[in-house]
């Protein structure tokens, strides 16, 4: 089936543990200094960074301040002039597919993961208020602030009343609606959302249950919210179009590109339009059908990178996307939600195919980049942080939480090596071996894939992340300390060739954000996933 954007935002989702909230660094700001380079090495950004990581709900509040949380950056963003946006719920506790801002200024956001509801009262106390609710998506207050609702896709398929300050079981109102989306509650109380996997509009009666269809035909409806005029609008994720409905007639608002989650509306009218594959914020006239970005990406979240002859392709969470290497001019290959393809967290190119890892679905994916097109999908790996095919189409995962190495086969899996301490990061030996970045221990290691006996190459590489192979070494991304490391093949030393770089977002409880790859001409290109930049650290 294609994927939905429930199953997009719980593709990347991360555990999330309770304890008191901590407070995120304001978004690209993450290094006291630029990132630097040692002799004889240089180092130059060939995509410049960006704000968020990814873009999921959107909420105001009372002062027009604009609230955005990401599933994949586990966080929820603030900011009030779209040029200087802050952190203000980080990784781990502020993964967010929708939240609310209530009027005493606490933000109250799903995990859908964890079918969690969470809360952040104004003193920074972050605190869970609901659980058990598998799936949980859309979330929303009455207009009066009184009543909270939320809603369940894929994992559950209800209508819950959730207690605002969690002193109150959850209250389940109706069962079967067929996956509400980001919904809203109207002045007349009823609520409006999106039949996702019917490609409904209803309207609903919280305390009778009662069901209106309001229209049909939407493709991938994914938001409804209520305009200032009373007429009822639609986003449409797969086709990127916005629809007004009144009277029973349907009017296009505006087209926008592919991958549309959520939006707002502003006191005056206008429109705020998240996507989730662009990172972007787009202020829309309902009117006129006008369009503005007020904050854009080049690159979304990129968890992981590789080389394909004159580009790199880049694991960007919600697309697969290429890179020129001289220019960094950055193009879509293909996106979530209308091709099939899963939300990548890993990625390695071979022979012209791309493998993709999706840790939290458990699926690696293979697409050919010459026809941009999805060939197999391989499920029954749940938990990889990377993957590889081996020149004769052997494919092979790393399983951190498990530390095993498995071959998947027909969507089972054979265990080649086991003890490995959180490994992370994967590459194709070439040899009848694999080279392993092993987070826990801070080593390389080859593994034999007859035998699965491991060989130690280098050791004291912090918290490797990922490993590219070149000529005469291995490049090494080393998360915990912001380092990449050149090792060299004959001997296993290893030297710092960079270092401050803006690496690491998802750490915890392993590596699993931020990417290396190397070219022929022994150019490393490293995904700085904390930015959503790539630099280039060439001799």
Known sequence: MRLTSALVAFALCAGAAQSEARSGRPAGDVTASAPAAARPWRIRTLVPGSSFHTINGLALDGDGAVYAGSVAGEAIFRTRDFRHVETLVGPPLGQADDLVVTRDGSVIWTVIREGIVRRRDPDGTVRDIASGIAGVNPIALTPDGQRLFVGQMLYGDSLWEVDLQGRRPARKLIAGVGWLNGFTVGQDGWIYAPVYSKGEVARIDPDSSKVD???????????????????????????????????????????????????????????????????????????????????????????????????????????????????????????????????????????????LTSEMLGA???????????????????????????QNGRLFALLPAKGELVELTDERQRVVARGLKAPAGLEDGRDGSVIVAESGSGSLLSVNLADGKARTIASGLGAPRSVAIGRTGFAVLDVGGRK???????????????????????????????????DAAGTVYVAADETNAIYAISR
């Open 364 to 390: 690696v994916q293979i697409v050919d980049l010459e026809s941009a097109t999805l060939e197999r999908t391989v499920r029954g790996a749940e938990g990889a942080t990377d993957a590889i095919r081996t």
């Open 484 to 518: 990449a490391w050149w090792v060299d093949r004959a001997t296993g030393k290893a030297r710092i060739i960079a270092h401050n770089l803006p690496v690491g977002h998802l750490h915890k409880t392993y590596p699993r954000s931020g990417g290396i790859a190397m």
């Open 213 to 355: 269809i309001l229209g049909t035909g939407f493709e991938h409806p994914t938001s409804v919210r209520i305009a200032r005029d009373g007429s009822v609008l639609v986003l449409e994720s797969a086709t990127g179009i916005i629809w007004g409905l009144k009277d029973g007639q349907r009017r296009r608002i505006a087209k926008l590109p592919a991958g549309l989650d959520n939006f707002v509306v502003r006191p005056d009218g206008q429109l705020l339009v998240s996507n989730m594959g662009d990172g972007s914020i787009v202020v829309v006239d309902p009117v006129g059908g006008g369009s503005k970005a007020l904050i854009s990406a080049r690159l979304a979240f990129p968890s992981d990178i590789a080389v394909d002859g004159n580009r790199l392709v880049v694991a960007d969470s919600f697309a697969l996307r290429g890179v020129d290497r001289r220019t960094g001019a950055v193009s879509d290959i293909l996106r979530p939600v209308v091709s099939g393809l899963y939300p990548a967290t890993a990625i390695s190119v071979a022979g012209g195919k791309a493998v």
